[in-house]
């Protein structure tokens, strides 16, 4: 479950595309850079050669549901060689079922591979430190967890990464923004550290 041949395009140096699928979290709502910009320089530090382009098509408030909407304009047009998938909070704050959620980002990935030669990397997204929240947030990650071995994929678990790094002494409140919710700059850096875990 590893981006193998994403990970030969960028060691050579041939083109790599990568479309990012996401909500506000990939789009990099309300900072001057979101993750998908820092990933794109461990990238570029990491694999000198690399020729990526990356298109971001994060939008703020989006669903599971709404990127299957859009995912033949957004993605399967761009006729991508790296697709990252980053869903879960507005689903579960919205009363999506996990289930329902579940079975959504599969078909994303089922028309991903029908259409296109393109890996696909699952993203869960930040953890959520109000203990109810938190568990419902945590059983949407369970289900993408769970796709991810059901379809042998990679996923970077953002939430645990930044579980992980609170755990080592990192101020929480010092990663987001004031709805404690969507990273701030450091937040984002943190979440493409965990991204970037799937490319080396």
Request: negative net charge; without cysteine; aromatic residues 8%.
């Given at each position: ?62 669903t599971a549901e709404g990127g299957l909407y859009r995912l033949r304009d957004d993605v399967l047009d761009a006729d991508p060689d790296l697709v990252l998938i980053q869903f879960a909070l507005n689903d579960a704050y919205t009363g999506v079922p996990a289930d329902r959620f579940k079975n959504t980002v599969k078909t994303i990935i089922y028309q991903i591979r029908a259409d296109t030669d ?83």
């Amino acid at each position: 479950m590893i981006l193998q041949k994403t990970k030969q395009r960028l060691a050579s140096g041939e083109p790599l595309r990568l479309v990012a699928l996401g909500d506000s979290l990939t789009q990099g709502w309300m900072v001057r850079k979101g993750y998908v910009d820092f990933l794109a320089e461990m990238i570029t530090r990491h694999y000198p050669k690399s020729d990526v382009t990356i298109m971001n098509r994060g939008i703020p408030g989006d669903t599971a549901e709404g990127g299957l909407y859009r995912l033949r304009d957004d993605v399967l047009d761009a006729d991508p060689d790296l697709v990252l998938i980053q869903f879960a909070l507005n689903d579960a704050y919205t009363g999506v079922p996990a289930d329902r959620f579940k079975n959504t980002v599969k078909t994303i990935i089922y028309q991903i591979r029908a259409d296109t030669d393109a890996e696909v990397l699952l993203i869960t997204s930040v953890p959520i430190m109000h203990e109810s929240e938190d568990r419902v947030a945590g059983e949407f990650y369970a289900r993408i967890e769970a796709l991810a071995r059901e379809e042998g994929l990679p996923v970077a678990r953002v939430h645990a990464y930044w579980k992980r790094k609170v755990g080592e002494g990192a101020d929480f409140a010092s990663l987001v923004q004031g709805d404690g919710v969507h990273p701030n700059l450091e937040g984002h850096r943190i979440m493409a550290e965990a991204v970037f875990e799937e490319f080396k």
